[in-house]
C-alpha cells in the first residue's frame, strides 16, 4: 500500500482510471456470463453462433463497445450502450469514492475532518477504500442483473461474503470509523460489533466462539435448496428435505465449505482476539444483514400471499453486512425504500411493472450509508441505537406493523382490482 501511496495523486487516478475500466469490464462479464439466463453479448463471454468473428480490439474496456456494434442484428439496436457506461461509470466511481474516502476525510466525524485528521487517517482509509471498491463492483454486476432478471445469482454474493470474511481478520481496519468518547474526550474507533456500546470480553470466550460458529453454519444452510413439501405429512416433509439437499450438486461443495469455515472460525478465535474482533464484526454484520432482509421477506410474502422479496436480497444483503458491519448495513436496509420509491413510480408509470427487483435499491441505499456515513450514523443514529435492547423491541413492532399493513393493502387490491 506504501508503493501506491507515495506516488503523485494525478498517477493514482490514472492507476485507478485504468483499473477501473478493467473492473468495469469485469462487471459486464459477471452481467452478461453469470446470470441465470446468460446472453452473449460480453466479448469475454463465448460468442453467439451467429456473430462475426470477435477480435482482439473489442476486450479493449469502453472502446471495444464501438466496434460490437456489429452485432446490433443479433442483440438489439442499443445493446452496447449500457455496458459501455457501466465501465465508464465504475471508473469514474472508484476515482470519486477514491477521493472521497482518502484525500477529503468524508468518512471522518466533523471533529476531526482537519489536514491533520485526514493524514493520520490515511492508512486506514486506504484500506476501506479497497474493500469498498470491491464491494462496489460485486453491487454493479448485482444491480444490473437483478433489473435484467430480478434474481440475484449466488456467484456474485457468496465470494463478495468470503472475501469480506477473509479481509475482516487481517491487521488492517476495513471498518467505517465511529465518533466515540474515551472518558469525557471524543475520538474515533473502527465500527467493530459493539459500538455504540462498550466492548464485553465474554465475546472473547466460547460465547463468542458459539455465535460465530451458529452465524456460519445459518448462512451455509441458507444457500442450500431448502423447499419443504407438507402435502403428505412433516415426517416425510423433513425426508423429502433432507433427500433434497443430499441430491443437489451443489450440496457437498456447500457442506465442504461449511467445514472447513468451522475450522477457520475456530482457529481464528484461538490464536488471536484482534483476528477474532474482526472476523466476529463481519459475521455479525452478515446475520443482521441477511437476517434483517429475510425476516422482512417471510412477513411480507406470508402477508401478501405471494413472494415479496427474492432470496437474492437476502444473500445480498449478508454479503453487504459482512463488508461494512451490521451498524451501516441496517442504515442501508432503512434508506433503501427512500432511495428507490421515485424511481419505482417513475418506472411503474412507463412501464406498468408492479414486480420491482429490490436488490438494485439496497445497493444504492448502501452506497448513500457509506457517503453520508458521519451524518448518519455517528450524528443521528447512533443515538437511536443507545437505547439497547428497547430498540429491538421497536424495530420487532415495525415488522409486525409492517405485516399488518400489508394484509390490509392486500385485500384492499383484492376488492378493487379482482
Not at 453462433?49 to 442483440?75: C, Y
Not at 453454519?217 to 407438507?230: E, G, H, S
Request: net charge neutral; hydrophobic share 55%; with cysteine.
Amino acid at each position: 500500500m506504501a508503493l501506491f501511496t507515495n506516488l503523485p495523486l494525478e498517477i493514482r487516478y490514472t492507476i485507478l482510471m485504468v483499473g477501473g475500466l478493467m473492473a468495469g469490464a469485469f462487471a459486464n462479464y459477471l452481467i452478461y456470463s453469470w446470470a441465470y439466463f446468460p446472453r452473449h453479448i460480453s466479448p469475454w463471454a463465448p460468442a453467439h453462433e451467429k456473430s462475426p468473428a470477435r477480435k482482439a480490439t473489442d476486450r479493449i474496456p469502453v472502446i471495444g463497445w464501438l466496434g460490437m456494434q456489429r452485432e446490433t442484428n443479433l442483440h438489439g439496436r442499443r445493446f452496447w450502450i449500457r455496458p459501455m457506461l457501466v465501465e465508464l461509470g465504475v471508473a469514474t466511481g472508484l476515482v470519486g469514492l477514491y477521493w472521497f474516502e482518502t484525500q477529503t476525510g468524508g468518512l471522518l466525524p466533523e471533529g476531526v475532518r482537519n489536514p491533520k485528521g485526514i493524514n493520520l487517517f490515511s492508512d486506514w482509509a486506504h484500506s476501506l477504500f479497497a474493500v469498498h471498491a470491491m464491494l462496489f463492483v460485486l453491487m454493479v454486476a448485482a444491480t444490473f442483473i437483478d433489473f435484467d432478471e430480478q434474481t440475484i445469482p449466488d456467484i456474485i454474493t457468496l465470494p463478495g461474503t468470503l472475501l469480506a470474511l477473509c479481509a475482516s481478520v487481517f491487521p488492517w481496519r476495513t471498518f467505517l470509523p465511529a465518533a466515540v468518547f474515551w472518558g469525557d474526550q471524543p475520538g474515533i474507533a473502527e465500527t467493530s460489533f459493539n459500538i455504540p456500546w462498550e466492548f464485553n470480553p465474554q465475546w472473547l470466550t466460547t460465547s463468542g466462539l458459539a455465535v460465530g460458529l451458529a452465524v456460519w453454519t445459518t448462512w451455509c444452510f441458507a444457500l442450500t435448496d431448502r423447499r419443504v413439501i407438507l402435502r403428505r405429512g412433516l415426517i416425510k416433509a423433513i425426508g423429502y428435505f433432507v433427500h433434497g439437499i443430499a441430491r443437489n450438486p451443489t450440496s457437498k461443495w456447500l457442506g465442504l465449505m461449511w467445514a472447513l469455515g468451522l475450522i477457520a472460525v475456530t482457529v481464528t478465535w484461538w490464536i488471536s482476539d484482534d483476528a477474532w474482533r474482526g472476523l466476529f464484526t463481519s459475521l455479525i454484520g452478515l446475520a443482521v444483514g441477511g437476517g434483517t432482509v429475510w425476516a422482512v421477506r417471510i412477513v411480507a410474502s406470508s402477508a401478501m400471499n405471494q413472494e415479496a422479496m427474492g432470496f437474492g436480497d437476502v444473500t445480498l444483503m449478508a454479503m453487504i453486512g459482512a463488508v461494512v458491519g451490521w451498524q451501516c448495513a441496517i442504515t442501508a436496509f432503512f434508506l433503501a425504500p427512500f432511495v428507490a420509491i421515485l424511481i419505482v413510480l417513475v418506472q411503474f408509470a412507463v412501464t406498468r411493472e408492479p414486480a420491482v427487483p429490490f436488490g438494485p435499491y439496497l445497493c444504492a441505499g448502501t452506497a448513500v450509508a457509506v457517503i453520508g456515513w458521519d451524518k448518519l450514523w455517528n450524528q443521528t443514529l447512533t443515538h437511536y441505537v443507545e437505547l439497547g435492547a428497547l430498540i429491538f423491541w421497536v424495530l420487532i413492532a415495525a415488522l409486525v406493523g409492517m405485516g399488518a399493513m400489508l394484509v390490509i393493502w392486500r385485500q384492499i387490491k383484492i376488492r378493487l382490482f379482482a
